[in-house]
T-cell receptor, first 112, second 114 residues
């Protein structure tokens, strides 16, 4: 079963604009991670935010986590055509061991 | 070496065939995973191995049989598959524990069952 839901499902922006993706989840978590997937290929880890953190930055990425609302957002600033990919949030449920559950994903297209 | 290597990259098999997917990592990770991903859908967890022991089986049909021969290798044996099993099969690894670190994914095996 899917833990998280993401919106929007698809997002199309111009190069240089910011892209914001949202993720909601249902159960208590240890941490929340964001992954990127280029078409039909493996997933690449972008950033991890722990349940006791509210915001985290990595380069052009900014992630927020609101455990009271069970939601997270990923902001990509100054987007580039190379950012075109699908983005997934993933949660590991508390006491569920090594078990990542992925949200539905956002397909981002950045037009040059 | 931060790579997870999956072979083959593409596989076409008939419903009566037996085939195996292979996954290898040399990062010293003691947790390894198989995920299944259908087009435009998120990856779905199939199996988790922790210290070479099967720790999670997400109610996967018995026509999928995982094997972890050692800490670096993970196999997925396939037998009598159905066309609906066609998908991208992803292997991943991580340090074991409560998901404190990221998972490293292979590039996947694109499986087509005919």
């Amino acid at each position: 079963s899917q833990q998280g839901e993401e919106d929007p499902q698809a997002l199309s922006i111009q190069e240089g604009e910011n892209a914001t993706m949202n993720c909601s989840y249902k159960t208590s978590i240890n941490n929340l991670q964001w992954y990127r997937q280029n078409s039909g290929r493996g997933l690449v880890h972008l950033i991890l935010i722990r349940s006791n953190e509210r915001e985290k930055h990595s380069g052009r990425l900014r992630v927020t986590l609101d455990t009271s609302k069970k939601s997270s957002s990923l902001l990509i600033t100054a987007s580039r055509a190379a950012d075109t990919a699908s983005y997934f949030c993933a949660t590991d449920k508390f006491n569920a061991g090594n078990m990542l559950t992925f949200g539905g994903g956002t397909r981002l297209m950045v037009k040059p | 070496d931060t790579e997870v290597t999956q072979t083959p990259k593409h596989l076409v098999m008939g419903m009566t065939n037996k085939k195996s997917l292979k996954c290898e990592q040399h990062m010293g990770h003691r947790a390894m995973y198989w995920y299944k991903q259908k087009a435009k859908k998120p990856p779905e967890l199939m199996f988790v191995y922790s210290y070479e022991k099967l720790s999670i089986n997400e109610s996967v049909p018995s026509r999928f049989s995982p094997e972890c021969p050692n800490s670096s290798l993970l196999n997925l044996h396939l037998h009598a598959l159905q066309p609906e099993d066609s998908a991208l099969y992803l292997c991943a690894s991580s340090r074991p524990g409560q998901g404190k670190t990221e998972a490293f994914f292979g590039q996947g095996t694109r499986l087509t069952v005919v």
